[in-house]
């Protein structure tokens, strides 16, 4: 079979892909391959041809596929340290470049690390495959590393749960896993993970495939309802409203142009949530900037005395609308969402499914022929938000010109985290890059900090806030087919969750930058219990780490020490981003309850003791 499969994957890179080299008849239609070869050449149907892999005992067979694949230069296998670190990368590589690949572990430990680290692409809609070993179809006894409890397809039960599964029980049943696949992968409003467990002993099993009925990936024309009484029903409350909102969402990243079409048009401000800051410009006038738990001025303004809500895109996360109660005074809803559970989460909704560009384009036209709508009638609205909007602006320009304050963790003074992020922020716009920012208080103060003015430009793990995002993602570019060079923001604690990237970075050729924070504790945590109880609990320590020396360890990246002050910031980030390849500035900053030290919190949140006033303005909601 060896020598089948080479020539096989020979034939498919001198054509140049498998659908020309079938087209051509340089590979036969039906096949005799193994289950981990037919694997590999359904996920070449689809345009998956790159992957994340650690392998071990469950993954040999079709490591050895891909071996010869790779020879071949039809594949490209990237071999990683951790399961975490390299699913991240896999999430940034789709989300960011829109190219689907795979992640590969073994049996066990591994898979339940990767199934971990696929939460950030499940909260966030980002298809990724994800292929595991899996216990033996045979019942022979327990499998080494196999969940240990006498049920059957436990791992398949679990991938189940955190998005869709299929267990290749059966290689015949690779056709009807692969359609099932593209469908969760390459789902146009809702993708996610798509998990694939792979029998350790059906992996080698030949079985006969019509590589002509496997699906290619999933493309469908952009939908929007066909019924105009819907968009009249839209109409009636926009034309009703005095105070309009649209909360543009993740989902509508790409759709930017929409959006600002749409709040021009009628007159609406728009609030961003962290995951789709600039789907409008910084500077446009109705650009409110991000809104809920965190949010800002002028974001938490226009939510708060919004009479209609306009949701695109978004899947109403807790610190999104403020758990709920984040629009008190909004009246009625109009929701653009392909996604029908989202699309109806709010009481009082005018619901219009389908593609975000589609459906406001539909809109839009609706609006244009009733003739009924005059901006200017939204002046005082409007014009309400602008004095908000420049509040928050004088506000941010206070923030960015606080000087180093005395940190007890550092025995000096350091720069605040708002300052410090804004200057990183700044360079790597000068150098147009990419940025990605990690969970916790970089991601917070982040979100309000950047200023962009496309979206693409910054990638924030608000869904999972997943530790260890951020640079982890800097291992898409070095496997991507057009690499940017990246930025990634993230504190102390987010960092040694996975710095591994600095070998994998390194082994990869990575071209990019860790920006690391380092405040010596999780000080989003110990904000919130200051909030809420007076008292921090068991969230720093006192030990020191000289990241500087601890990254230099790895040979080729390169380490700078910004100092404590912005001259010492910007210097290091000049010096780093010199070098060609993977490098890393320590960053020193102030924690502690002094107010101007971040960028503050405007909203509500349903946690801790908060919990029955929020719950009591819930109930009252008619939204």
């Not at 792979?198 to 006969?208: F, H, I, R």
């Not at 446009?284 to 939510?303: L, R, T």
């Not at 890059?433 to 910054?458: C, H, L, M, P």
């Not at 068991?538 to 100092?563: C, E, H, I, M, P």
Request: a negative charge; charged letters at 20%; proline letters at 4%.
């Amino acid at each position: 079979m060896d020598d089948a499969t080479r020539l096989r994957a020979r034939a498919i890179s001198r054509a140049g892909g498998i659908d020309t080299a079938l087209a051509r008849g340089d590979i036969d239609d039906i096949v005799d391959v193994s289950l981990s070869e037919g694997l590999v050449l359904g996920l070449l149907r689809q345009g998956v041809h790159k992957y994340f892999a650690i392998f071990g005992h469950g993954s040999t067979d079709l490591g050895e596929v891909l071996r010869i694949y790779d020879e071949e230069g039809v594949t490209r296998t990237v071999n990683c340290r951790n399961e975490v670190e390299m699913t991240h990368a896999a999430t940034a590589l789709s989300w960011q470049y829109g190219e689907t690949c795979a992640v590969v572990t073994s049996i066990g430990p591994g898979a339940l690390q990767a199934m971990a680290g696929s939460l950030a692409a499940a909260s966030n809609g980002v298809g990724v495959y994800h292929i595991y070993g899996d216990e033996t179809t045979m019942g022979e006894g327990y499998n080494m590393q196999q969940i240990p409890k006498p049920q059957q397809g436990l791992f398949g039960q679990m991938g189940a749960l955190m998005g869709q599964s299929y267990v290749l029980h059966t290689p015949g049943a690779l056709r009807d896993c692969m359609r099932r696949g593209t469908g969760c992968v390459h789902h146009p409003y809702k993708a996610g993970p798509f998990y694939v467990l792979l029998p350790l002993n059906t992996q080698p099993e030949v079985t006969s495939v019509n590589l002509a009925s496997l699906p290619g990936a999933l493309t469908i024309p952009a939908l929007a309802p066909a019924d105009a009484n819907a968009y009249g029903d839209a109409i009636k409350r926009i034309a009703a409203a005095k105070r309009p909102v649209i909360k543009a969402g993740g989902g509508t990243r790409g759709h930017d142009e929409m959006v600002r079409r749409l709040a021009e048009s009628i007159g609406a401000v728009v609030v961003q949530s962290p995951g789709s800051t600039g789907v409008l410009p910084d500077a446009h006038a109705q650009n409110m900037h991000v809104g809920g738990s965190k949010g800002s001025i002028c974001g938490n303004y226009a939510m708060e005395n919004a009479d209609l809500l306009i949701a695109m895109g978004t899947r109403a996360v807790c610190q999104a609308d403020c758990s709920g109660v984040g629009y008190p005074k909004a009246q009625a809803v109009i929701n653009i969402n392909g996604d029908l559970a989202d699309l109806m989460h709010y009481a009082n909704t005018v619901g219009l499914p389908g593609d975000i560009s589609a459906v406001t384009a539909q809109l839009l036209d609706q609006i244009t022929a009733s003739n009924v709508f005059d901006p200017a009638t939204k002046s005082d609205w409007l014009g309400a938000c602008a004095d908000q909007k420049q509040a928050w602006s004088k506000f941010k320009t206070e923030r960015f010109g606080v000087p180093p304050m005395m940190d007890e963790a550092w025995g000096r003074e350091a720069l605040t985290q708002p300052v410090a992020i804004k200057i990183a922020a700044d360079h790597a716009a000068a150098l147009n890059a990419a940025k990605y920012f990690d969970a916790g208080d970089v991601q917070a103060n982040g979100f309000q900090v950047i200023e962009d003015d496309r979206t693409g430009d910054t990638y924030t793990e608000t869904g999972a806030s997943y530790m260890g995002f951020s640079v982890s993602a800097l291992l898409a570019s070095a496997v991507a087919d057009n690499p940017r060079y990246g930025v990634a923001f993230t504190g102390d604690g987010s960092f040694m969750m996975n710095p591994q990237i600095l070998i994998d970075g390194v082994e990869h050729g990575v071209k990019g930058m860790i920006v690391l924070f380092d405040n010596r504790r999780m000080a989003a945590i110990t904000g919130l219990q200051h909030a809420q109880y007076g008292k921090e609990f068991r969230t720093n320590d006192q030990v020191a780490v000289d990241y500087v020396q601890l990254a230099s360890a790895v040979s080729g990246v390169k380490a700078v020490f910004a100092g404590f002050d912005d001259d010492g910031l910007r210097n290091a980030l000049r010096e780093a981003s010199q070098h060609d390849g993977l490098s890393l500035v320590h960053v020193p900053v102030y924690a502690g309850t002094d107010e101007a030290g971040g960028m503050g919190a405007y909203g509500s949140w349903n946690v801790g003791n908060w919990v029955d006033d929020v719950q009591a303005r819930y109930l009252k909601q008619k939204i």
